[in-house]
């Protein structure tokens, strides 16, 4: 079974008894072994935390090694886990009461996950099959060659300015290719002023909770009757803040209507919220309805911030603007103020003059 950045392959014992082998897919575009390395870890202790300290359904992990260990036979990373029966679930397909049962499920693994804070944001890293401990953002453009993972950190606002910091400087030497890179520059130094000038809206951060990086909705493995059977894929996960790790998945977002920049939300995300409302969890229910700012600033970062239709990138950029109430001119408008403000930011200087070029 190939994905978009790993191989499974499934292994049937002789007694029936199925396995996964789950290998990184390797591309021009794969980060460079070290960080490959250091994800497998991360995704390792993971599982293996999840598996035995809540009761959040995830797959046995059985082995793993990395690619750069000597004793690895492969040559390649790899982790030996348990094959989980159930099929991804796909939520637009789902009907409305697939979709309550699901969103019944869905709340009680927040509120299990709420059970098992750390004191710091980042990553969990396993040297040992049983230790752990927090090791810097859980991002492949945080992992600075030479320098390691960055963090772990004590605030949101600490983690998103050191990882703000690394993007814009990678973006300047080309280590991340996207085009136009002077606009995307713009994109996320404007983010910066943000954590500067309008963090204090967001909720302050005292304990950090682990939340499923790609929750399109495939990561979840259901059954016929669509109980929850499985949750996978856990690479890139680290521990963040209450706010982000309780917002809603953007499996729910309406598409089209984040995508122009609105940030409405959708009928099932305010279901959710109206859940841990009857659960008498206020602070649950605030953290989706107020999930917007979270998931805007985060939306479009790094490697995934190129967008080829210069209409969709400007409605996200207004849509970022309009969720921390940051003034209501245009991309046009306000891309000619900020390369005033900003001329003498050398970095971005020397992408416009690429541009030109």
């Not at 409305?96 to 750390?118: G, N, T, W």
């Not at 990561?219 to 521990?239: A, K, M, Q």
């Amino acid at each position: 079974m190939m994905g978009n950045q790993n191989c499974h392959a499934e292994i049937t014992f002789e007694d029936n008894v199925k396995w996964l082998a789950r290998f990184r897919l390797q591309r021009t575009s794969s980060p460079p072994q070290e960080v490959r390395d250091w994800i497998l870890r991360s995704e390792a202790a993971t599982m293996t935390f999840l598996q035995q300290h809540t009761c959040i359904p995830v797959p046995k992990i059985f082995e793993w090694a990395c690619e750069s260990e000597p004793g690895n036979p492969l040559g390649v990373g790899y982790i030996l886990m348990e094959k989980l029966d159930g099929s991804p679930l796909d939520w637009q397909v789902a009907t409305p009461l697939q979709r309550e049962k699901l969103m019944q499920q869905l709340a009680d693994v927040s509120l299990e996950i709420e059970k098992h804070p750390f004191e710091a944001m980042g990553s969990l890293i396993s040297r040992e099959a049983i230790h752990f401990e927090v090791r810097g953002l859980a991002h492949q453009s945080t992992f600075r060659m030479g320098q390691g993972p960055l963090g772990p950190f004590s605030s949101s606002q600490e983690g998103f300015q050191a990882m703000l910091q690394s993007y814009l400087a990678m973006l300047a030497s080309g280590e991340i290719g996207i085009d136009p890179p002077a606009d995307i520059y713009l994109a996320h130094r404007f983010r910066l002023d943000i954590l500067a000038n309008h963090w204090e809206d967001v909720p302050s951060d005292s304990q950090f909770f682990l939340t499923h990086p790609d929750d399109k909705g495939d990561h979840i493995l259901v059954n016929d009757s669509f109980d929850i059977v499985g949750i996978i894929d856990w690479e890139w996960t680290h521990t963040v803040s209450k706010a982000e790790a309780f917002c809603s998945p953007c499996m729910m977002w309406p598409v089209a209507k984040f995508y122009s920049g609105s940030n409405e939300l959708a009928e099932d995300e305010l279901r959710l919220a109206a859940i841990f409302h009857e659960r008498g969890r206020e602070d649950l229910a605030s953290c989706i309805i107020n999930g917007r700012k979270i998931q805007r600033f985060l939306f479009a970062l790094g490697p995934d911030s190129s967008f080829t239709d210069t209409e969709t990138f400007a409605n996200l950029f207004a849509g970022l603007k309009r969720a921390f109430k940051v003034g209501d001119d245009d991309w046009k408008q306000w891309r000619a103020m900020a390369l005033e403000n900003w001329k003498d930011d050398e970095l971005l200087l020397s992408l416009v003059a690429r541009d030109r070029h």
